[in-house]
Structure formats: structure tokens, C-alpha cells
């Protein structure tokens, strides 16, 4: 009698269940800062920071063979920018507020969150220590927030010109991690 082939047992070491819940709570922080930060400086700072996390999650995801997941970061990063970009138009020129929500904010940084889940948990070249670093990205909020808040001129234009700086640090941070710590 001809049996059929099995398929080999997927391995699972004893380090995975470890990286997935580290991973898992790094998520759900990001996720919790990019709320606060919605809540207490307004949409666009929750943009701005989705845009700075998703730049430097498409810069980790371009070190590793994985394009998938790269441009999937990238696009998220090119909506989250023409976003930001009409809500600070709005901002400067007609003192408007941003009208998307943080729901929608929200499910834009929960998709960003599972596109690096998912380059990290199943490709075994990228830099962990690089996608880790990102968790630093939504806390620039926290540093630029006393320049954000406020109904002063300076404040409405280059207070999300210093978040965006601000934030592009640890994304460029986690960028160069990746660079130096390959497949760790």
C-alpha cells in the first residue's frame, strides 16, 4: 500500500513563544502611546507618528529579503504622510482641525503593528533589535507635547514640524540598529 508523504513537524523553539509576547506588548504600547497622543495633541499627532513608525519599519523590513512587508510599511507611511500633509495645510491655513478620528488613526497604527509583527516573527533575517528600537518612535510625542499644545502661531506651525524631527531620531535609530545588527 502507497502512503502519502507527511510534511516535517514546524519546529518551534523555545525562544518564540518569548519573541511573540514581547513583541505582543510592544504592540499594544505603541498602540497606547499613539492614543494618548491623539487624545492629547490632536489627530495630526497621532499621523505624525504613525508616519515616523511606518518610515522606520519600511526602513528595517528594506535590510531583510522580505518586500512584502516593506511595502506594505511604505504605504502606510505614503498614506499616513498625504494625510498629515492635508491636516497641517488645514492647521497653518485655516485653523482647522483635523477631521479623521482616532478610530481610524487607530486601525492605521494597528495594521502598522501587524505588518512588523509579522516581518519579525517569520523572517529570520531581519533585526529584532532594529524593530524593537521602534517602540521609541510614538514616545516623541511625549517630548514634543509642550510645543504642540497651544493656539499661538508658532505653535500651529512648527510644532508638527518639531514632532516629525523629533520622532525621526529613534526611526533613524532603529534604521541604523538594523544595519548594524543583521538577523539578531
Known sequence: MHSKPRAAPIQVGVTAPIKLAVMWGGAAIVLWQICVATARCGALAGTILILATAVGAAGVAALAPFIGATLLCASVAAVAGATALWAYGARVLARAPMTIGAT??????????????LLVLFTASVSTAGAALLIAVPF?????????????????????????????????????????????
Not at 481610524?104 to 509583527?117: K, R
Not at 516623541?140 to 523629533?166: D, Q, Y
Open 104 to 117: 481610524t488613526l487607530l486601525g492605521a497604527a494597528g495594521g502598522l503593528v501587524a505588518t512588523v509583527l
Open 140 to 184: 516623541a510625542g511625549l517630548v514634543a507635547e509642550p510645543l504642540l499644545v497651544g493656539g499661538g502661531i508658532g505653535r500651529r506651525v512648527f510644532g508638527p514640524v518639531l514632532l516629525t524631527v523629533v520622532a525621526a531620531v529613534p526611526a533613524a535609530a532603529a534604521i541604523g540598529l538594523a544595519y548594524l545588527t543583521p538577523g539578531q
